[in-house]
């Protein structure tokens, strides 16, 4: 009869516990990774909403105090979202631009949303990268 010899399963053991625990932690990963995104880009918005300046002297900022995101994550799919809005009536005539008020004229949008929303979506895959990284390294003992 052969003799096999003997083999030590540990190490395969905790590669399965790491594993589990990773599985485990995975769903809550994504929810705080879409919230950061959402959070970058809430600051970017802020950044680019426009403050009004009125003739009076008085500064408005209604708008730009305005923006704010939805807390709940929602997962349709593979696909988690998240809502970054802004409830100002006159938000989206300063987004996209509007007629003046004798309707001879145009005033161009600002697109503070669309320009962010584009930088966003660029700089995602970066700080996806950097998260996933970070988390198997927690995960597996890595440096």
Known sequence: MAKWGKVNFRQLE??????????KQ???????????????????VIKRTP?????DGTVGGTLRRGWTIDTNVTKKGKVYEITVFNPVEYSQYVE??????NHQGWVNGRF???????????EAPQIIE?????????????N
């Open 26 to 44: 995975y769903e809550h990963f994504l929810e705080g990774l879409v919230k950061e995104i959402a959070a970058r880009m809430l600051r970017k």
């Open 112 to 122: 503070m949303m669309t320009i962010s929303a584009d930088e966003v979506e660029r």
């Open 96 to 101: 996209f631009g509007h007629r003046t008020r």
């Open 14 to 23: 905790q590669l399965f516990k790491r594993t589990t625990k990773l599985e």
């Open 130 to 142: 950097k998260k996933v990284t970070k988390l198997l390294k927690e995960a597996f003992g890595g």
């Open 51 to 55: 403050v009004g300046q009125y003739e």
